[in-house]
């Protein structure tokens, strides 16, 4: 039986990477990626507290948040479309309209 | 680490590969045979008798041709898009059972007595809880083979091919799965030996007659079986759904610019995908291994001519899929994915009502 | 013995893959790297005794949000377009307060967050799972479905163009072979 806080590390880690990605990267679907494994580290988390606590809830959250990240995914994926039809660059450091 | 589970397993598995890799050589010859016998000409006949060695030279030929990479590929991913193909392929076999279980008692080997204890042989690699489920996540990543070899290959056609052939598995994979459920809604459990146990017994008609109670012959399943065969004809990029590696449209689509082993792998992992949705069609609804009007007794000998039984219902549906091929015409494309999702996801939605109004009833 | 070798080897894959996303340059070789990602943490879903959830995780996260993304990345032919390199300052920024973040969380992780393993067997089937989710979570599964409803809705809203909607041809005028129709 492995124990839960080598699941927690290993969540963590794949956390601060998904940090590095979103807070160092201009291209935006590379961010998007870094965001979605951020959101898979969480789902790690939940499972790992899950089996420790014998709770069922932690389950049906990570059930609904896989449910919500793919609509998110769909949202955000057409906005960037947009986004380079409009800008014809996919550099997120361009999409600058509302800075004065 | 030699023990008996470790060891079987290795030998499930060895017969399972084993089996799969020869799906191809012997399903080109039924193919070219087959279609020569549709069209009314003669087909290959030179190579041995019946042309049986034809696969032979096949092979040989796919060995010896030059290997032509295009020079803007992607090299890493114009080699591993092939072995993407054959992931889904030679996966989703592990958790098809292929025989009854029976238990292994006093087998002498070499002087050696093996089994004092009787242990039961599940002719199941793997016998996972969520059986199905592992199923359709594996053949969902056979898209990806496809979307790379389209992108990799650095020509427009190719990606226009692999983009065509990928939204046109996707969209059919939601069919196949919520037609696929409402065989486990009758089996009352996603693992599939639970399926094949559920298909063992009789429906009784009219108190006299007797009818194997698999789930073709339950009327309440047929729009499930209609929905998944046809849905399983578009995930394997079978004709009628085969516009995106259509020979005259788009030269060859997605594997265009393949050549010698990397097509060879394309050309297996197909004809793999096709005997491995095979088996999961005659598991879901021809009763699997399960020999009609017959008990079969937890035995060594009835347990091979169970395995020949599934054998025969695998093969039964791959020469359908040979006989489909070669006698309708391909739909269009926008005609493939408009009835895709306007006519087959409804129904297999409906379908899933219907048959779950029936379970409540009791007429199941 | 064989667990921890599993989980050993499928952590090491999951962390390579997602340095690869963050640091490799194309955006389709981040995509399938993420993709690998995601299979190794399903197997670490499988280890944690809730295997309903690994296959959802490959169906839903790797099977087609990710072939959404690698769509998306092809349709735009994003290959071509070249990333310009982030300031040398906002790259040592992010990397260091990201890694004193990770070490931060990794070191109260170890201190606080070390408990005993359970020791009896958790069961978490379809059964139990579809159970909860119609009797104790109807009300959130009801919302989830309204909530892609929308999301499909505004994903086709914010990605047709303006002007005419899809080109479509009418089946029966297409294979209508009668003289008089024909162009």
Redesign the interface.
């Known amino acids: 039986m492995i124990p839960t806080h080598w699941f927690l590390i290993l969540s963590a880690i794949l956390f601060t990477l998904g940090v590095c990605g979103v807070l160092t990267r201009r291209n935006g679907i590379t961010i998007f990626m870094c965001i979605e494994l951020m959101v898979n580290a969480v789902n790690l988390t939940f499972l790992a507290y899950a089996r420790q606590f014998h709770q069922l809830h932690g389950l049906i959250f990570v059930f609904f948040i896989m449910a919500i990240a793919a609509a998110e995914a769909a949202v955000g994926l057409a906005i960037f479309i947009s986004l380079f039809h409009h800008r014809e660059t996919i550099d997120v450091d361009e999409a600058n309209l509302m800075h004065w | 680490m030699l023990t008996a589970d470790n060891v079987l397993g290795v030998v499930k598995i060895l017969i399972i590969v084993g089996a799969l890799l020869n799906v191809t050589p012997i399903m080109v010859w039924v193919e070219r045979r087959g279609s020569a016998l549709i069209q009314d000409r003669v087909g290959p006949n030179r190579v041995g008798p019946f042309g049986l060695l034809q696969s032979f030279a096949d092979a040989l030929k796919f060995i010896l041709k030059e290997d032509v990479v295009p020079a803007q590929a992607?090299k890493?991913?114009y080699t591993l898009a092939p072995m993407f193909g054959l992931l889904p392929a030679l996966t989703t076999m592990a958790v098809i059972p292929w025989g009854r279980a029976f238990p292994l008692h006093n087998v002498r080997v070499a002087g050696h007595t093996f089994f004092e204890q009787p242990y039961l042989f599940d002719p199941i690699v793997t016998d996972?809880?969520?059986g199905i489920?592992?199923i359709?996540?594996?053949a969902?990543?056979g898209?990806?083979g496809l979307?790379?070899a389209?992108?990799a290959s650095a020509n427009k056609y190719s990606?226009f091919g692999?983009?065509r052939a990928?939204?046109q598995m996707?969209s059919y994979?939601l069919s196949l799965t919520l037609a696929a459920v409402a065989a486990l809604m009758v089996a009352g459990s996603?693992r599939l030996t639970d399926v094949v146990h559920a298909q063992t017994g009789y429906f009784v008609l009219f108190g006299a007659v007797k009818i194997p109670a698999w789930n073709c012959f339950s009327p309440a399943m047929w729009l499930s079986m209609i929905v998944f065969i046809v849905a399983a004809f578009a995930e394997t990029n079978r004709l009628p759904f085969d516009f995106a590696e259509a020979e005259a449209e788009l030269v060859a689509g997605y594997h265009t610019e393949y050549s010698s082993m990397k097509f060879a792998l394309f050309f297996m992992a197909e004809y793999m995908a096709m005997a491995a949705m095979s088996a999961l069609i005659a598991t879901l609804f021809f009763g699997g291994w399960d020999i009609p009007y017959w008990n079969e007794p937890a035995t060594w000998w009835a347990s091979l001519l169970t395995m020949g039984m599934f054998l025969m219902k695998v093969i039964a549906m791959l020469l359908v899929f040979v006989w489909v091929r070669w006698t309708i015409p391909r739909l269009?494309y926008?005609?493939l994915m408009k009835i895709g999702w306007k006519v087959f996801l409804p129904m297999a939605i409906l379908n899933i009502i219907l048959v779950a109004w029936f379970i409540a009833r009791r007429w199941i | 013995m064989i667990e921890y070798a599993v989980f050993f080897f499928f952590a090491a894959v999951a962390v390579v893959f997602a340095t690869v996303v963050v640091i490799h340059r194309?955006p389709?070789?981040g995509a399938?790297s993420l993709?690998a990602s995601f299979?190794s943490l399903?197997v670490m879903y499988v280890l944690l005794e809730a295997?309903?959830l690994a296959?959802?995780q490959?169906?839903v996260y790797?099977?087609?949000i990710m072939?959404l993304f690698?769509?998306v990345i092809?349709?735009l032919n994003l290959q071509h377009q070249h990333e310009p390199a982030t300031r040398p300052i906002q790259q040592f920024l992010g990397y260091t307060s990201a890694a004193a973040f990770g070490v931060g969380l990794i070191y109260y992780l170890t201190k606080y967050a070390v408990l005993q393993s359970p020791t009896t067997p958790f069961v978490a089937?379809?059964r139990e799972i579809g159970v909860a989710l119609f009797e104790s979570y109807i009300f959130p599964f009801e919302a989830v479905s309204i909530l892609l409803l929308a999301a499909i809705v505004g994903a086709l809203l914010l990605s047709a163009r303006a002007g005419k909607g899809p080109a479509?041809?009418s089946?029966t005028a297409?294979v209508d072979a009668r003289a008089e129709h024909l162009p």
């Open positions: 992607n890493w991913l996972a809880n969520v489920l592992v359709f996540a594996l969902s990543l898209v990806y979307a790379t389209g992108w990606l692999g983009i990928s939204a996707i994979e996603l269009k926008d005609i | 194309n389709v070789v399938l993709v299979f399903a295997p309903f296959a959802l490959v169906i790797a099977g087609a072939v690698l769509f092809m349709l089937g379809a479509q041809a089946v297409q």
